[in-house]
């Protein structure tokens, strides 16, 4: 809330918001990524008579899944998959965010204004595919926001919800509810788009003053779609006659209704305690009941029944509210969990009899479990976060059935970077028409439920999971890795086909996340992808059983997800890897150059052999390589264009679930005949010499040689110098030791060296470049090292801005440049920026600010990793900080400035990634502002100011005796830049304090 007391413009914050005891497993991003946290189990509870005491049951695996599809979807920037939803034709829609748009291969509907060139690149992607799977039907991106749900209609409209952070985003709005931003470090926002995909039919920001963050959304039979959140706005749009129309706590829960045009409210309430309260999770059932869950540390809720309170009352508690379709009444709110500090509810679904379903997360090593419950133990550390699953009745009053299912649950941040207000499970939950739950999330370790077949787990942390239990709670019926990455979204088609959507991570190392042959995207962009997967409980039909009907198969990762309990053994086929089998099936792939492949089948579900051979018949097989180990791997060199045939077979005739890798690991530019081409000046590349080799020949190159250090793994690039002049190449920031040569030549029998070799973890080469010369550039590592290389060509001539005297001089509200820092320096008495880490190679602008107001500046976009400060000040020996960050994801600063002020701005690399592109985003606004003039009051008289705001819009004058408790006293729509007010009944009888808010 912006408001005001007497005079000064300033940030009402009530007292009870500051030194707020968090969770305690609150986590850094870092402790998270870097699999830091403490391992957990997963719980699932369902509707019953009270609590019982636990006993064991069975945990057989009655089921076993087959992954029917499974594709990446994303580029060069990184991208995070959120939520799935899927239409009556069988079309599947996928939310999520991406960094940077300019890395996709696909074409995209960039909805919203026409942004001058700097607009953000970073924002929300809605991907449609086609009922195959096959294709796209559209993709569209909606910059500045952060999609984390979606559902769809009958007509095919997805609706997205979720929060952005940036103030880019009042530019987006259309035919919308709330057109500005609120204020705050986000506002939630709810977009519907066409059928097609191609435009906002609208577009609305929900929030105040402070945080407003919506989780998930759905939608009725009306096209009216409803949204669950968490706020610490006091203004959050609300209506009348609801459950509780203003914050009780720190934090409370929102759901927020729009009409179908999304610019009116159908209702909005405010639903929590005296503390923090998050929702999390949203359901609708036949009747339009609402169904809620989340977390909560309130002693109380505000407008809410006496809650029932299931298990012990630890510092938080999951909670369930069913309300009202009109949100006029709770009809039942309910607390559950144990004495640990961590219970959270993070998804519900609802069946046909009214049993809400919730799937969350407990650190509790005494959680409620009942009779029959499938692990009646907890299986994890203590205090350990820990997910869970819960079926209440339809009252809401006890479980049918609790119990933990395994270990190692995985912890995620709500809020936008770098400013998260907690903690909650990714996850999401879907129950078929039979009452099986099935429930995604993300683990981080392969040992989820003990004794049960974990199918495809990446052996470290950051492992998606697909979980699905039976209708009684009494048994696990299968369990599905996606891994290395996230599961955080899943849907049903009713016929036995689940469909998940999360991140694969870090997909290009082994493992290698699950991806088919023939998808639409098959190849991870980044070190982060989001993702689409089909799992079918159906075994299909074995079509490559036979040698001569072997998959063909191409690309150098790839990994197939198949069965083979239909396979066979044919007649004349060989006992692969010396054992009999009896069950094998049959690809085919051929080597496209010189290299070594790895082949494994690691995460299938049965006793494997693994066997390749050469030859074009049975009776012609020639082995090349075999292992009867289970799980089975091999690693053998290849020659371009031999066709290598693979059997993998079951030990004594063993089926179940196969997976099956394969990595070509030759680099692409290993030979000087595929040596890549680099384009521009300057210009940086990344790439690998890991399992390269020398080719025939290249120990002939005569003179100054990439050899003279025995190195056997070189790769090549070649380069046109578009101009004449001093050239450096640099491996700077690459991970080995290397030797870096530049010749000319177009072969190995004429290249000639243009200055000597270099050698060093950074190797530099210059040289007198001649304009339109194409030079050949060689990196090798000494002796056999390898590793990821680095590679700059830039100018040996530090850039125009390297010294603070030259700074480049920056004009306007929206800006983005681009520098190359490779060759920059930094100057004797130049500031640490935010840390003493930095590489010494900064880069200086200047920037004045046109006028009172905040600016936004952000290095996302740049190729390295970046610190990035703000100074004021005319000479470096004068300079005084603004604003620092080394943020490893980004540093993004955010700050008042004053008119006329003149801003120094650098950039800088780090220790251990210290230069290349670096992009500046700047962007500068101005806040609406709420000021008092001039008071006007003497004894007996009444109280009088003068307001100066922003013209036309409206504000509300809220009257306190104690600054505690607040009350509307007039509300005022300005005609003209001001107003003034009076308190007629005020004439200085009493104590009465004032402030001005904007209303809505």
Known sequence: MRCLICGELSTWVPSNRTGTNLPSTMKTRSQIRSGSAARAAVLLVAVGAGVLT?????????????????????????????GIARDTSGAIYLVGTTSDTSGLTVPFNRLGPTWPEGGPNGGTYVVKYDPGRNSLAYVAFIPTFSGRAIAVDSSGSAYVAGWTSYDYSAGFTTNAFQAAYGGGNADAFVAKLSPAGDRLIYCTLLGGADYDMAQRIAVDTAGQPIVVGLTSSTNFPTTSSVVQPQLAGVFNAFITKLDASGSNLVFSTYLGGDLLDYGAGLALDAAGSIYVCGMSMSTNFASAPKPTRLGTNGSSSAFVAKLAPDAKAVQYLTLFGGSGNDNVGSAVAVDSLGNACVFGLTSSTDFPVTAQALQPGYAAQVDAPNNFLVKLGPAGSNFVYATYLGECAQLEYIGPWPYPVGLLPMADLALDGTGNAYAVGQAQCGNLIPGLTNANAAGYGDNGFLVKVNASGSAALYLRFFGPGTASGVALDGNGGVYITGSALYAHQPPYFPVTPGAFQTKLGA????????????????????????????????????????ATKEPGEPDHAGNPGGKSLWWSWTAPVDGYVSLTTDFSSFDTLLAIYTGTNLASLQVVSSNAASPSAVRFPVTAGTAYQIAVDGQDGASGSLSLSLTFSAPSNDDFANRIFITGFPASVTGSNIDATLEPGEDSIQGESHLAWEGSRSVWWSWTSPVTGQVELTTEGSSFQNVLAVYTGDAFTNLTAVAPPSLGMTSVVTFLAAAGTNYQIAVNGVGASSGIIHLGIGSTNPPPNDD?????VLSGALIQVTNFNCSATAEPVEPAIADPWGAGKTLWWTWT???????????????????????????????TLVAASADYFGPRLEFEVTSNTVY??????????????LVLNLFFYQPPKISVQSLWWSLGTPFRFHVTGVTGRPYQIEMSPDLANWAPASTNTLLGPDFDFTDSSNNGARQRFYRAVEAH
């Open 849 to 879: 600010a046109p006028a009172n107001g905040r600016l936004k500046l952000d290095t996302i976009g740049s190729g390295f990793q970046t610190r990035l400060g703000v100074f004021i000040g005319s000479t470096l020996s004068n300079l």
């Open 804 to 808: 603070f005297t030259n700074r480049t």
């Open 54 to 82: 636990p006993t064991p049951s069975s945990r057989a695996q009655t089921v076993t899944p087959t992954l029917v599809y499974s594709s990446f979807f994303g580029g060069l920037g990184y991208e995070e998959g959120y």
């Open 904 to 917: 120094n701005i650098v950039g800088d690399g780090t220790v251990g990634s210290p230069c290349g592109q």
């Open 527 to 566: 070190d982060a992808d989001g993702y689409l997967a089909k799992i079918s409980e159906t075994a299909p039909l074995a079509s490559n059983d036979r040698f001569a009907d072997r998959a063909l198969l191409s690309g150098s990762r790839l990994t197939i997800q198949t069965d083979n309990t239909a």
